[in-house]
């Protein structure tokens, strides 16, 4: 069995006959477990990835491909046997397959090979030549597949050039020149590709072309850029123009970007790179998990833990951005802290069981894992206190904050808790806590409706953030000024509720780019629906909207500003409790909202119990970034509902 996916999604047995997969819902399942790369993905991700807007059954309907999908894979498996090659696994599904037969495995594999080994170039021309089209080529809409391809595209891009590269550098490549004119073509801001033509023309015999070559490259760099040539490309002009003889080219390992380092390098170079946001901080977490993976396959136990327990990155949002990524560090801490035992370095099992509860974003977590995690938080905690060491106690506290949603109203116990993490960052110089700290307290402010406080935590976070180089933070920041705006709008003589719109947008549009799609997605509509809220005005009916994670909480009430009642209250049936995150009062008030709309009063009920201790505090301003207005207000309301006769 092969399954392809460098082109249109497909199956092939052993051989060469293909396989009928079913329509296009049954290949973007098997795509979205491939791109997992081993990983269980959860039947509730799947569903998301799946539907944009999904239906009532979708998870029967995911069920039924999964049951095609294995039919069409295994036909010969007997009726009682489980399956060999799509896994029920835990709370969701996982591909498995060794990685040489799936095409986009080997093809990274491959490449990563040749990054450490030149010899490799013949196999890693093979891979490159078996790309059929852009990847998941049949699954286009999908912001998921779209991820993908556009991370595949920019390996196969690097791959091409490596591939010359290796060639040119073995004193081989004349015949490379038609393949790299196309490229460059195609691609015209890659600097490395202009270089790499020039130097294949050279290799022809073609000296005038090349040097033509670069001056091309310079007029479009200066010219369509504003940049000039980089010091490789006027290096290779000149060597080229004095014939240097190191341009004939001499074999020698890759060491150029991409090399693969050592796990104690990898995770270093991740933790700074976590800081920086974007791109940068997408790469971080893939890279500390390879790392991690690198360690554990040493079985160095000692080693491992470090490796794990390096990546103290301070994290304040509240949804993991890659939930798979994030349990495979749990489990791989677990099974370290497992290995060590009781008797191990207590430091090591406190920076284990930290990053236990960092990671364990409680928006994914079931009850058993929720407790786990928390546990796991005060027992780093206390580990960290006997040791003495602030730098550990400051990450052993985030883990702390990050699980004190385990109920709403807990506002004022998160800011102590940011409180100590500020003092030991100022006190001990770790500034990057410092920043969590302020940002902490920031939220809590912002939760408790002081607004003031928060605009200077805000200040101060910004402050720090320009000296340590943390660009995410005026991006948080942001949206707590248009937060606070939208809170003034409602105020005689306040801004706009348009102008609190345009701050949301503007801020939308900062965090987009930010590297954290699991705190982006939804985000935006949910803002919007707060800000309607809090001038009494029906919730936005754009069915552009993508509410995300938040959407069964807002349904109902979209529903209802659609006049579209008897679904709005079937809607309302069907809405879960909250996960246990920094959003838990907002989804709380909107069902309160919505039950009183309907005149549910056993819901509204519900809802009022499990506000009772947030009556203080502003419903989703617990992030710092949005506000629905005071939750007291949800409470009267919800409560009247429920006392009405």
């Given at each position: 069995?092969?399954?392809?996916?460098?082109?249109?999604?497909?199956?092939?047995?052993?051989?060469?006959?293909?396989?009928?997969?079913?329509?296009?819902?049954?290949?973007?399942?098997?795509?979205?477990?491939?791109?997992?790369?081993?990983?269980?993905v959860?039947?509730?991700?799947?569903?998301?990835?799946?539907?944009?807007?999904?239906?009532?059954?979708?998870?029967?309907?995911?069920?039924?491909?999964?049951?095609?999908?294995?039919?069409?894979?295994?036909?010969?498996?007997?009726?009682?046997?489980?399956?060999?090659?799509?896994?029920?696994?835990?709370?969701?599904?996982?591909?498995?397959?060794?990685?040489?037969?799936?095409?986009?495995?080997?093809?990274?594999?491959?490449?990563?090979?040749?990054?450490?080994?030149?010899?490799?170039?013949?196999?890693?021309?093979?891979?490159?030549?078996?790309?059929?089209g852009?990847?998941?080529?049949?699954v286009?809409?999908?912001?998921?597949?779209?991820?993908?391809?556009?991370?595949?595209?920019?390996?196969?891009?690097?791959?091409?050039?490596?591939?010359?590269?290796?060639?040119?550098?073995?004193?081989?490549?004349?015949?490379?020149?038609?393949?790299?004119?196309?490229?460059v073509t195609?691609?015209?801001?890659?600097?490395?590709?202009?270089?790499?033509?020039?130097?294949?023309?050279?290799?022809?015999?073609?000296?005038?072309?090349?040097?033509?070559?670069?001056?091309r490259?310079?007029?479009?760099?200066?010219?369509?850029?504003?940049?000039?040539?980089?010091?490789?490309?006027?290096?290779?002009?000149m060597?080229?123009?004095?014939?240097?003889?190191?341009?004939?080219?001499?074999?020698?390992?890759?060491?150029?970007?991409?090399?693969?380092?050592?796990?104690?390098?990898?995770?270093?170079?991740?933790?700074?790179?976590?800081?920086?946001?974007?791109?940068?901080?997408?790469?971080?977490?893939?890279?500390?998990?390879?790392?991690?993976?690198?360690?554990e396959?040493?079985?160095?136990?000692?080693?491992?833990?470090?490796?794990i327990?390096?990546?103290?990155?301070?994290?304040?949002?509240?949804?993991?951005?890659?939930?798979?990524?994030?349990?495979?560090v749990?489990?791989a801490?677990?099974?370290?802290?497992?290995?060590?035992?009781?008797?191990?370095?207590?430091?090591?099992?406190?920076?284990?069981?930290?990053?236990?509860?960092?990671?364990?974003?409680?928006?994914?977590?079931?009850?058993?894992?929720?407790?786990?995690?928390?546990?796991?938080?005060?027992?780093?905690e206390?580990?960290?206190?006997?040791?003495?060491?602030?730098?550990?106690?400051?990450?052993?506290?985030?883990?702390?904050?990050?699980?004190?949603?385990?109920?709403?109203?807990?506002?004022?116990?998160?800011?102590?808790?940011g409180?100590?993490?500020?003092?030991l960052?100022?006190?001990?110089?770790?500034?990057?806590?410092?920043?969590?700290?302020?940002?902490?307290?920031?939220?809590s402010?912002?939760?408790?409706?002081?607004?003031?406080?928060?605009?200077?935590?805000?200040?101060?976070?910004?402050?720090?953030?320009?000296?340590?180089?943390?660009?995410?933070?005026?991006?948080?920041?942001?949206?707590?000024?248009?937060?606070?705006?939208?809170?003034?709008?409602?105020?005689?003589?306040?801004?706009?509720?348009?102008t609190?719109?345009?701050?949301?947008?503007?801020?939308?549009?900062?965090?987009?780019?930010?590297?954290?799609?699991?705190?982006?997605r939804?985000?935006?509509?949910?803002?919007?629906?707060?800000?309607?809220?809090?001038?009494?005005?029906?919730?936005?009916?754009?069915?552009?909207?993508?509410?995300?994670?938040?959407?069964?909480?807002?349904?109902?009430?979209?529903?209802?500003?659609?006049?579209?009642?008897?679904?709005?209250?079937?809607?309302l049936?069907?809405?879960?409790?909250?996960?246990?995150d920094?959003?838990?009062?907002?989804?709380?008030?909107?069902?309160?909202?919505?039950?009183?709309?309907?005149?549910?009063?056993?819901?509204?009920?519900?809802?009022?119990?499990?506000?009772?201790?947030?009556?203080a505090?502003?419903?989703?301003?617990?992030?710092?970034?949005?506000?629905?207005?005071?939750?007291?207000?949800?409470?009267?309301?919800?409560?009247?509902?429920?006392?009405?006769?």
């Open positions: 069995m092969r399954i392809d996916v460098l082109g249109a999604v497909r199956a092939l047995r052993d051989d060469g006959s293909a396989v009928d997969l079913g329509g296009p819902r049954h290949r973007e399942v098997l795509a979205r477990l491939v791109a997992a790369e081993g990983r269980m959860t039947t509730d991700t799947l569903v998301d990835d799946l539907w944009t807007d999904p239906p009532a059954r979708s998870v029967g309907a995911l069920r039924t491909f999964v049951a095609a999908l294995r039919r069409a894979l295994e036909p010969d498996r007997p009726p009682r046997n489980p399956p060999r090659v799509v896994v029920t696994e835990g709370p969701g599904y996982t591909l498995r397959l060794p990685r040489e037969d799936v095409d986009v495995h080997r093809f990274q594999d491959t490449l990563a090979r040749a990054r450490r080994n030149p010899d490799a170039v013949t196999d890693l021309g093979a891979v490159l030549a078996a790309w059929r852009p990847a998941y080529a049949d286009p809409g999908s912001p998921w597949a779209q991820r993908e391809r556009a991370r595949l595209e920019e390996l196969r891009l690097e791959g091409v050039e490596l591939r010359a590269r290796i060639l040119l550098d073995s004193g081989e490549g004349a015949g490379l020149v038609a393949e790299l004119g196309a490229h195609e691609h015209p801001w890659r600097e490395p590709a202009w270089g790499l033509l020039a130097r294949a023309l050279h290799r022809a015999g073609r000296q005038a072309d090349a040097l033509a070559t670069l001056r490259a310079r007029t479009m760099l200066v010219d369509q850029l504003g940049l000039d040539p980089g010091a490789d490309l006027r290096r290779l002009e060597d080229i123009l004095n014939g240097s003889a190191h341009l004939e080219g001499v074999r020698t390992a890759w060491t150029g970007p991409g090399a693969p380092l050592g796990p104690r390098t990898t995770v270093d170079l991740a933790r700074t790179l976590a800081l920086a946001g974007g791109d940068a901080l997408v790469h971080s977490r893939r890279d500390r998990l390879a790392a991690i993976l690198v360690a396959r040493t079985g160095d136990l000692s080693l491992t833990a470090r490796i327990g390096a990546y103290d990155v301070p994290a304040i949002w509240s949804r993991a951005d890659d939930p798979e990524q994030s349990r495979a749990v489990a801490s677990e099974r370290t802290l497992t290995a060590l035992g009781t008797d191990g370095p207590a430091d090591l099992s406190a920076r284990l069981l930290a990053t236990i509860a960092v990671e364990s974003r409680s928006a994914d977590l079931s009850e058993t894992e929720l407790r786990r995690a928390q546990q796991a938080a005060l027992q780093a206390a580990l960290a206190r006997g040791l003495a060491d602030p730098a550990l106690l400051a990450f052993a506290l985030n883990g702390v904050f990050l699980q004190s949603f385990s109920r709403p109203g807990l506002a004022a116990v998160r800011d102590g808790i409180a100590e993490i500020l003092d960052g100022t006190r001990h110089e770790l500034p990057n806590f410092a920043v969590l700290g302020r940002l902490v307290r920031l939220q402010a912002s939760a408790l409706g002081d607004l003031d406080a928060a605009a200077l935590h805000a200040e101060a976070a910004e402050q720090l953030a320009a000296t340590t180089e943390a660009p995410l933070v005026p991006v948080l920041t942001g949206w707590f000024r248009a937060r606070a705006t939208a809170a003034r709008s409602t105020e005689p003589g306040g801004p706009t509720a348009a609190a719109a345009a701050h949301y947008r503007a801020a939308e549009e900062a965090l987009r780019t930010a590297g954290m799609p699991g705190l982006h939804g985000l935006f509509p949910l803002a919007l629906l707060g800000l309607r809220l809090l001038h009494d005005r029906p919730a936005p009916t754009d069915p552009h909207l993508d509410w995300g994670p938040y959407r069964p909480w807002a349904r109902p009430l979209v529903l209802l500003a659609q006049d579209r009642d008897e679904e709005a209250r079937a809607a049936a069907a809405v879960p409790e909250p996960p246990h920094h959003m838990q009062e907002a989804m709380w008030c909107l069902t309160a909202r919505a039950a009183v709309r309907l005149g549910e009063r056993g819901i509204a009920a519900h809802a009022e119990a499990a506000l009772r201790d947030a009556g505090e502003h419903a989703g301003a617990a992030g710092g970034m949005l506000t629905l207005g005071p939750v007291a207000r949800y409470l009267a309301e919800a409560e009247a509902c429920a006392a009405a006769g």
